[in-house]
């Protein structure tokens, strides 16, 4: 440890060599049951994140136990199939999905706290994932 000017002591964190992670791929029908077997399993929901990729949106749930990290990734073609809400089963969840519903127009549906689509104020709808408009423009 090292002592600084105003008496704090900072101590140096050592870094695991052990952290490990995968990601799985699944399909939507396999969300909920794979949510509930991690927080089953005493995992915690780390982050659901959600990306726009050229042909696709891709969302990533990511669990964590004793430095072991799991993300499970679904792909999306587009907004029209709706995904099922994991708030039931960490109630945390509900943030994550007001803000991939209110950014990228992806229908999430049975959140447990659903702020309609009013969690963001942009200027634009679905900021992440504008709609196109004939022509092609955005």
């Known amino acids: 440890s090292t002592n600084c000017a105003a008496g704090f002591i900072w101590r140096k964190r050592s870094v695991r060599s052990n952290v490990s992670q995968k990601i799985i791929d699944i399909a939507i029908p396999q969300l909920t049951?794979?949510?509930?077997q991690m927080k089953d399993e005493g995992q915690r929901l780390v982050q659901i994140c959600c990306t726009k990729l050229p042909d696709k949106l891709e969302l990533q749930y990511s669990f964590?136990?004793?430095y072991e990290f799991t993300s499970f990734r679904l792909s999306l073609?587009?907004?029209s199939t709706p995904v099922p809400s994991v708030s039931k089963i960490f109630l945390s969840a509900f943030i994550y999905e007001n803000e991939i519903h209110?950014?990228?127009g992806i229908q999430v549906e049975g959140i447990a706290v659903?702020?309609?689509g009013r969690f963001y104020r942009t200027n634009t709808p679905r900021a992440f994932n504008p709609e196109?408009?004939?022509g092609g423009q955005e």
Not at 33 to 36: A, D, L, T
């Open 114 to 116: 659903d702020y309609k």
């Open 64 to 66: 964590d136990k004793d």
């Open 102 to 104: 209110d950014l990228f």
């Open 132 to 134: 196109t408009v004939p």
């Open 77 to 79: 073609a587009d907004t």
């Open 33 to 36: 049951g794979r949510v509930q």
